[in-house]
């Protein structure tokens, strides 16, 4: 992103921010999801490598997994195993010392995000 793309996109924020463009948020909110959706559906497993940060995207039918962030830790077929930075729910697991870590979950991409 050079300096004019980031002036450009500093000054939409900003007009967001102020309320100049609250005629327009449902179309800005539109074309911003239009958008997502068409990224998300090029991203393949192939995309993604051990290693790599990751983001519960809100497509995840578990709600509180929604916005969680973690590593990818394997590749299956077509799934990723992730193990997240905050484990909840079933997904807690501790060490004989009483420190908590993620287990592995088996992801489908399409609920999840690159960071």
Do not use: H, W
């Amino acid at each position: 992103m050079n300096s004019l793309d980031l002036d450009y996109f500093v000054g939409v924020i900003s007009a967001v921010e102020r309320g100049d463009l609250d005629a327009k948020l449902d179309l800005l909110e539109s074309a911003v999801l239009e958008r997502k959706s068409k990224i998300r559906s090029t991203i393949t497993i192939a995309d993604f490598s051990v290693g790599n940060r990751i983001k519960v995207n809100e497509r995840c039918g578990t709600r509180y997994l929604r916005g969680e962030t973690g590593v990818v830790v394997g590749i299956r077929r077509t799934k990723l195993v992730v193990q997240f930075d905050n484990p909840t729910g079933r997904f807690v697991r501790k060490n004989s010392d009483g420190s908590i870590y993620s287990s592995d979950v088996v992801m489908p991409i399409e609920i999840i995000d690159k960071i």
